[in-house]
T-cell receptor, first 113, second 117 residues
């Protein structure tokens, strides 16, 4: 069965600083990987996903993520954080049909002015 | 992109009341719908998976008699929390899966906040 870890429970960065959120997964085959963002009291918004092909994936809102099979990682990055990026971020892995989602515990991002 | 709606967005009820939450795929046919529960400051946990016209498959530890799921059409699934109690208070999120360009993926609804008094 697949599993996901997000080592950082809470990260605080200053506005304009770069950001990297870590995600490690465990899955026996090639995974489908996702990053979602959730603002307080809201549903999930898909930032980006990786199915195959180029291991550097571009998403919405200036986010990108890189799939590294050797490290079983799919870290999310943004070169310059905006105050509106403060939210909870979830990494998820699915099987090779895009089903059976398993979510990581989430990383809460705070942004200092 | 694909849109999934949930209704209601928020419900407050008395203990012992049954509550129905609807999940609709607005612009695509959802062959499979998923129901998740999210407790405060926690991640999403899959409760059950339903395929249109079939009985739902529940995850271990989820009471099928308490969380009744009906997936009557390719655009609608309902979750009924039977005789809700305060410990059922949570954020319930549905997702719907269809085939888009040959790749299935899940599209998430905005969630329903249930508060049981």
């Amino acid at each position: 069965a697949q599993s996901v870890t997000q080592p950082d429970i809470h990260i605080t960065v200053s506005e304009g600083a770069s950001l990297e959120l870590r995600c490690n997964y465990s899955y026996g085959a090639t995974p489908y990987l996702f990053w979602y963002v959730q603002s307080p009291g809201q549903g999930l918004q898909l930032l980006l996903k990786y199915f195959s092909g180029d291991t550097l994936v571009q998403g919405i809102k200036g986010f990108e993520a890189e799939f590294k099979r050797s490290q079983s990682s799919f870290n999310l990055r943004k070169p310059s954080v905006h105050w509106s990026d403060a939210a909870e971020y979830f990494c998820a892995v699915a099987d090779n049909y895009g089903q059976n989602f398993v979510f990581g515990p989430g990383t809460r991002l705070s942004v200092l002015p | 992109g694909a849109v999934v709606s949930q209704h209601p967005s928020r419900v407050i009820c008395k203990s012992g009341t049954s509550v129905k939450i609807e999940c609709r795929s607005l612009d695509f046919q959802a062959t499979t719908m998923f129901w998740y529960r999210q407790f405060p400051k926690q991640s999403l946990m899959l409760m059950a998976t339903s395929n249109e016209g079939s009985k739902a498959t529940y995850e271990q530890g989820v009471e099928k008699d308490k969380f009744l799921i009906n997936h009557a059409s390719l655009t609608l699934s309902t979750l009924t929390v039977a005789s809700a109690h305060p410990e059922d208070s949570s954020f319930y999120i549905c997702s719907a899966s269809g085939t888009s360009g040959g790749t299935d993926t899940q599209y998430f609804g905005p969630g329903t906040r249930l508060t049981v008094l």
